[in-house]
């Protein structure tokens, strides 16, 4: 069974502050995608890495995919208040669904 | 365009009813998804479509569980003899391809909620 850990679970910071979500699995996936979900929202995709060691940047988000492509990270600089949500790991299950980590609940407080 | 939209937005039911729940999926799109989120948990895999066929239903809990797609666009996931562990936001999801993890893309789920 493939899964996906994520950590931290919960994370509370102020508005300025760095912060890293790891998301670490012990099977190989061919793409692992990171998502941000809202309330009352369904999951929005924000970036899709695929080659071991790939390094993605999204304004104050970096993604970056680990070199046996069992882990990944995203590190958001000076964190906003809009930044907070549900940021969701997924990696591409071997039957074509994605599998899902229990995502990292953030809260920027201004 | 539109965006995938799936009815109704919430749902309330007693324990043992039979329900319904909709997805219309963005139009074009091939593969069609359905996963189940509970509170303060990431989604959970159910079904998936590609066209009309369910390429993979393994993610599906129990034979009172279960989706069609007569059509290839829009789906239907049914639920016989509601309990009250099948609380949770049922969220679907399609894109232009099946397999390698293509963009998903999620409507805002149907809320149910069994009493």
């Known amino acids: 069974t493939q899964l996906l850990e994520q950590s931290p679970q919960f994370l509370s910071i102020q508005e300025g502050e760095n912060l890293t979500v790891y998301c670490n699995s012990s099977s190989v996936f061919s793409s692992l995608q990171w998502y941000r979900q809202e309330p009352g929202e369904g999951p929005v995709l924000l970036v899709t890495v695929v080659t071991g060691g790939e390094v993605k940047k999204l304004k104050r988000l970096t993604f970056q995919f680990g070199d046996a492509r069992k882990d990944s990270s995203l590190h958001i600089t000076a964190a906003q208040p809009g930044d907070t949500g549900l940021y969701l790991c997924v990696g591409g299950g071997s039957q074509g669904n994605l599998i899902f980590g229990k995502g990292t609940k953030l809260s920027v407080k201004p | 365009g539109a965006g995938v939209s799936q009815t109704p937005s919430n749902k309330v039911t007693e324990k043992g009813k039979y329900v319904e729940l909709r997805c219309d999926p963005i139009s074009g799109h091939t593969a069609l998804y359905w996963y189940r989120q509970s509170l303060g948990q990431g989604p959970e895999f159910l079904i998936y479509?590609?066209?009309?066929?369910?390429?993979?239903d393994s993610g599906l809990p129990n034979d009172r569980f279960f989706a069609v797609r007569p059509e290839g666009s829009v789906s239907t996931l049914k639920i016989q003899r509601t309990e009250r562990g099948d609380s949770a936001v049922y969220l679907c999801a399609s894109s232009s391809s099946g397999t390698d993890s293509y963009e998903q893309y999620f409507g805002p789920g149907t809320r149910l909620t069994v009493t």
């Open positions: 479509f590609q066209g009309t066929g369910a390429a993979d």
